[in-house]
């Protein structure tokens, strides 16, 4: 099987932590690895129409879309909650990533978007994130989250 293609939504706020979801996959003591299918560079634009268009090929590249959910996320409109919709047009598997660390649907966060879509909701850590990749299938409805067995098999409890 090969890695699960996936394009990363984030908000410009938390630009970092994408990059270091990059670094995780060149770290070979990490075991963390998906095909990266972000836009290989910035997109050197400010015609919206232009950039969507391009992250559209991107996503539509794509089996999985994660979005990053930080403090600012639920308000994202024109890119992060676009990109979103894409996703879901498309059919890609969500995984909604809490940049706060939460295991649960963060209602205060989470942008209404990909909620009650059958996404699932992990905290940002390369282990949990891995194994949603490898494992999660998209329901039809509500938000899903791992009970603590799952955590624990993977030593993060």
Known sequence: ???PRTFIGFSSKDIHYYHLMQAWKK??????YFTDCQLATEVNSNNEAYIKKRCRERINMCGYYIMLIGDDTRHKHTYVKWEAEVAKEKGCTIIGVNLNGSKHFDSIRTPAVITNIGAIFVPYTPKIIKYALENYQMKTSEDYYYKDGVYQSLGLI
């Open 27 to 32: 770290n070979e003591s990490t075991d963390f």
């Open 1 to 3: 099987m090969g890695l």
